[in-house]
C-alpha cells in the first residue's frame, strides 16, 4: 500500500474545501464593495484558484418550466328519443296470470282465463291458473264463481292445500259454514301444523256458535304460534260470550295484553268477561279506557251502562245504554243474545 500517495490525495481535499471556504469569503467581501485587486493580494489567490472557485460557486442554471395542458372535457353529444318506438310487448297469460292479486283483479281474471281456454296447460300448472283466477274472484267476493275455480283445481291437482282452504274461505263467505269446516278439516289433516287453518276453522265454529270446538282450535293455533296474542284474545271473546271458563277467559286477556299492550279491542273484551264474572268496578274501569280512545265504541258504552246498572247507579247506566243505541240501534239484542244484558 502507497502509504504516500494516500497522504497526497488527503491533502488535495482538505485543499479543495479551503478554497470552497475562501470563495465563500471572496463573495461576501465583494457584496461589501471591498477592491478586487486588494483582496487577491492579500489572499494570495491565483486566476487559476479563482476560477475554479466561482466555477463551483456558479448558481445552477433553473429548470425550465414546461406548461402541460389539461386534457378537454369531452363533448357528448346528445341522443335524441327516436320517435315511434313501439311499446313493449304485453307478457304472456302465463307470467299475468300467476302475479299477486293487487288493486283491481280484473287483469288477472283475463289473462287466467286466456291461459285456461287456449288449452296448453295440463296438471299442476292449469290447477295454479285456476287457483290464481279463484283468489281474484275471491277478493272481488263473487264466491260462487271462487269455487268453482278452487274445484276445478282439486280436480287437476287432488289434495292441493292452498286449493282446500281457499275454498273453504270462499264457502265461509257464503255462508255455507258447514262446508268450509269440512274443508278447512281435509287441509289440516294433510298439513297438521298450519296454525291458519285452524284459526279459520275456530270462526267457522264460532259462526255456529259451536264454542266448545272454536276454543279448541284456538288452542292448537297458541300451540303452533310463537307470539299468539291475537289467539289468545280471540279465545278470551269467545269465552266471554259464550260464559264458559270466565277464570280461564280473564287469563287469556291478561297474556294477549302482555303482548299487545293497551290494545283497545283486548281492553273491550277483557271488560266483558270482568262484567261477567260480576267484577263490575274493573268492568267500567276497562269499558272506560276503551272510550278513552274509541269514544264512540257502542259495545263499551253499553257494557258499562250494564255494569253501572248492575252497581245500582240507575240513570247513569240507561244514560249509557241510550248513547249506545243511537251509534248502534241493535246493540242491545246483539250483546243480550251473547249473554251480556
Same mark, same amino acid.
Given at each position: 500500500?502507497?502509504?504516500? !500517495? @494516500? ?28 477592491? *478586487? /485587486?486588494?483582496?487577491?493580494?492579500? &489572499? ?7 476560477? *475554479?472557485? !466561482? ?7 433553473? %429548470? ?126 294433510? /298439513? ?7 284459526? @279459520?276453522?275456530?270462526?267457522?265454529? &264460532?259462526? %255456529? ?14 300451540? &303452533? ?22 277464570? !280461564? ?9 302482555? &303482548? ?52 245500582? *247507579? ?28
Amino acid at each position: 500500500m502507497d502509504f504516500g !500517495q @494516500d497522504a497526497r490525495a488527503g491533502a488535495q481535499l482538505a485543499g479543495a474545501a479551503r478554497i470552497v471556504t475562501l470563495a465563500g469569503r471572496f463573495r461576501r467581501v465583494v457584496a461589501r464593495g471591498i477592491g *478586487l /485587486a486588494g483582496c487577491a493580494c492579500a &489572499l494570495a489567490i491565483s486566476p487559476a484558484t479563482f476560477s *475554479l472557485a !466561482q466555477d463551483a460557486l456558479a448558481p445552477r442554471p433553473e %429548470k425550465p418550466e414546461v406548461f402541460v395542458p389539461r386534457p378537454a372535457k369531452p363533448v357528448v353529444p346528445e341522443v335524441k328519443k327516436p320517435e315511434g318506438l313501439p311499446r313493449p310487448a304485453k307478457p304472456p297469460p302465463r307470467v299475468q296470470c300467476n302475479v299477486k292479486v293487487t288493486g283491481a283483479p280484473d287483469g288477472m281474471i283475463s289473462s287466467c282465463t286466456e291461459l285456461i281456454e287456449k288449452g296448453h296447460e295440463t296438471g299442476r300448472a292449469l290447477a295454479a291458473a285456476y287457483n290464481a283466477r279463484g283468489r281474484a274472484y275471491l277478493s272481488k267476493r263473487e264466491y260462487d264463481r271462487a269455487v268453482a275455480d278452487f274445484s276445478e283445481a282439486l280436480k287437476h291437482e287432488p289434495g292441493n292445500v292452498l286449493s282446500l282452504h281457499s275454498r273453504g274461505v270462499a264457502h265461509a263467505g257464503k255462508g255455507e259454514f258447514d262446508a268450509a269446516i269440512k274443508d278447512y278439516s281435509d287441509a289440516i289433516w294433510l /298439513a297438521p301444523r298450519n296454525a291458519t287453518l285452524y284459526q @279459520d276453522r275456530a270462526g267457522a265454529h &264460532l259462526a %255456529k256458535a259451536d264454542y266448545s270446538r272454536a276454543i279448541a282450535d284456538l288452542g292448537e293455533v297458541i300451540k &303452533l304460534t310463537p307470539k299468539p296474542a291475537l289467539a289468545l284474545r280471540d279465545r278470551c271473546y269467545v269465552r266471554a260470550i259464550s260464559g264458559r271458563e270466565l277464570p !280461564q277467559g280473564l287469563d287469556d286477556c291478561e297474556q294477549a295484553l302482555r &303482548l299487545l299492550k293497551s290494545d283497545v279491542m283486548t281492553l273491550e273484551r277483557r271488560g266483558l268477561v270482568n262484567l261477567r264474572l260480576g267484577y263490575f268496578d274493573k268492568a267500567i274501569a276497562d269499558f272506560n279506557a276503551v272510550l278513552k280512545v274509541q269514544g264512540a265504541n257502542a259495545t263499551a258504552l253499553y257494557g258499562r251502562g250494564v255494569a253501572k246498572k248492575k252497581k245500582g *247507579l240507575v240513570l247513569a247506566g240507561e244514560a249509557d245504554i241510550a248513547e249506545a243505541r243511537q251509534i248502534r240501534p241493535d246493540i242491545v239484542q246483539a250483546l243480550a243474545g251473547l249473554g251480556v244484558k
